[in-house]
């Protein structure tokens, strides 16, 4: 708190040492002033601290009423009290002393008790009045950091969702009423998740402030930034003057956020997703213009990532059909709208059935048949896919338990794991449970992985991996060739067999690269003790063409399509009944 301080005016010198040493016993700073003018001054200067003046009527050049009545005219020293200091009774002079701004006048001789009862008095509203200031200060603090907490992000300062949406709010009322156009841009960072999971959260929250550092330092005073998410920043870009001037700030907040860190003498490195929709051509409100930079942010996403798109009313489209497919998905599964097809995988010498790949087919009562590569992207976005995974998992295992016992065979069962099936124990657990209900063979189950899986190297993948394997089932790489993954990771892995991608195999033999590819990837997996598996066999040149390779397994439509229980039922039967072709 402020220290009291008490101003005393008079043009006479003994007077003021006289007041001084009356006002001894009073805990206050005395200030004292010989003329109107120093005390105008001193009370401007002090006007915070002085809790009353005491002022000599009497004076030359400028008395006291004179005095008293500036101060009162004075914004900024109108509440100091006054108390007039006067050798005249006079009802007149009194009267004006008060009409000129006095709150109580002393008579002299001046008598020290009477003195020091009425400074005490005011001393005391002094404190009182200061201490309701600071008290009303120090609550107008607090209510500003909670204003402050609830519309900021607390790690990175930026503004959180809620002060996103006030300030999209007024950069489209801005925009609208002087005609200009405005962008938002929505950031994802790809890779935040591997930062988190390999190096711990406080790498993560380093990484986050400094993108979030980095997009400050390209904006303008005019721009925004906020943080809505744990790896999600929307920028708020206004009055755009050209659309390549727009396109070179979304390439430098590319740059930005892959901005290499130093944590512990780790380079980590992420890279971001942006998706753009533009006030007025894409929305004119904020939900709107969120929602179609969100979708072009997944647009981006789903072409490679570490790139930007702008939204178009092809995207809204395909963002409605996925809302649409994610609607009738939640129903599907206890409506009965899913069968289990099964696709037959051959012997490449002989031909013989040996599996069957279980694949998910989809007959929607609202929207007829759904093919899986469109219904497949909407159950994993909407978190369907364990579900999902594990009630094929039981179809199939239930499936070729009936085909084993009732033929007598040894029928493998193949079955497609998504990579988000690896972040629990759901996976393994049912597999653990049907193997226990129909007494499987672990090793007639085979999980197909993809090759992105053997990237993530995360504790809990490489846990579950081992654990699926360690019980005895057997993994098989998906589609291998098409990711990112050399035939090196496969060493590191517990996995079985390769599947060689359909789109190496379809212009076989005569597309020689393809042929060289085919021929190295067979030779280096089958060095590595591995089988391998040819998907998308079309033709009998093409058998032919992979058998004289050495191939292990072979998969297509020219042993067999993928069929309903019933159908492949009638398949294994044609097949147990034909004569086993000859090696060649």
Request: hydrophobic share 40%.
């Amino acid at each position: 708190m402020h220290e009291a301080k008490i101003l005393i005016v008079d043009d006479t010198k003994a007077n003021l040492v006289a007041l001084q040493v009356l006002l001894k016993p009073v805990d206050a700073n005395i200030l004292t002033a010989e003329s109107g003018e120093q005390a105008l001054l001193a009370a401007e200067q002090n006007e915070d601290h002085i809790a009353l003046i005491l002022l000599d009527v009497q004076m030359p050049v400028m008395d006291g009423f004179e005095v008293a009545r500036l101060l009162n005219e004075n914004e900024r020293t109108r509440s100091i009290p006054i108390i007039f200091i006067t050798a005249t009774q006079d009802d007149g002079q009194i009267e004006k002393a008060y009409l000129s701004g006095a709150v109580d006048y002393i008579e002299k001789p001046i008598r020290k008790t009477a003195l020091i009862s009425k400074v005490l008095v005011f001393l005391d509203l002094w404190s009182l009045r200061h201490g309701l200031e600071l008290e009303v200060e120090q609550r107008r603090a607090a209510e500003h950091r909670v204003e402050h907490l609830a519309t900021h992000d607390p790690l990175t300062n930026l503004s959180n969702r809620r002060g996103l949406y006030e300030e999209l709010s007024e950069l489209i009322y801005r925009s609208r009423r002087y005609n200009f156009s405005s962008a938002v841009i929505y950031v994802d960072l790809d890779g935040f998740k591997h930062v988190n999971d390999h190096f711990g959260h406080e790498a993560g929250d380093k990484l986050l402030t400094q993108v979030a550092d980095n997009f400050r330092g390209i904006v303008r005073q005019t721009d925004s930034v906020a943080r809505i998410g744990g790896d999600e920043f929307i920028v708020l870009l206004t009055d755009i003057d050209s659309e390549t001037t727009l396109i070179t700030k979304i390439e430098k907040l590319l740059t930005e956020a892959s901005r290499p860190l130093d944590f512990k003498g780790h380079n980590i490195t992420v890279g971001a997703s942006i998706g753009i929709a533009l006030y007025p051509d894409h929305g004119d409100d904020v939900e709107t213009l969120l929602h179609h930079a969100d979708q072009a942010m997944y647009q981006a996403k789903n072409q490679g990532k570490n790139t930007f798109r702008f939204f178009t009313e092809d995207i809204n489209i395909k963002a409605h059909r996925q809302r649409e497919l994610q609607d009738n998905l939640r129903k599907a599964l206890p409506n009965d709208e899913f069968t289990v097809f099964f696709q037959p995988i051959v012997d490449a010498k002989t031909g013989q059935v040996v599996s069957a790949e279980a694949l998910l087919r989809w007959e929607s009562a609202k929207l007829g048949q759904v093919f899986p590569d469109e219904f497949i992207p909407a159950a994993e976005s909407a978190g369907l896919i364990p579900e999902l995974g594990c009630w094929v998992l039981k179809k199939a295992i239930e499936t070729g338990a009936h085909w084993n016992q009732q033929f007598g065979i040894g029928l493998r069962i193949a079955v497609n794991a998504s990579s988000i099936q690896f972040r629990n124990n759901l996976l393994f657990e049912t597999i653990k449970e049907q193997i226990e209900t129909h007494a499987w063979n672990p090793d007639l189950l085979e999980v197909e992985i993809t090759e992105g899986l053997l990237l993530d190297d995360s504790p809990e993948v490489n846990t579950y991996i081992d654990e699926i394997s360690n019980c005895g089932v057997r993994l098989s790489v998906d589609d291998f060739g098409t990711g990112f993954s050399a035939l090196s990771y496969l060493k590191n892995y517990p996995v079985n067999t390769v599947k060689i991608d359909r789109s190496f195999i379809m212009d076989l033999p005569g597309d020689k690269e393809n042929a060289v590819l085919v021929q190295a990837i067979i030779a280096m997996a089958q060095g590595l003790r591995l089988e391998v598996i040819a998907e998308g066999v079309e033709t009998a040149e093409q058998w032919e063409y992979l058998k004289s390779l050495n191939c292990d397994f072979v998969q297509g439509y020219f042993f067999g399509k993928p069929m309903p229980r019933a159908e492949f039922e009638d398949y294994l039967v044609a097949q147990l009944e034909k004569p086993i072709q000859a090696q060649s």
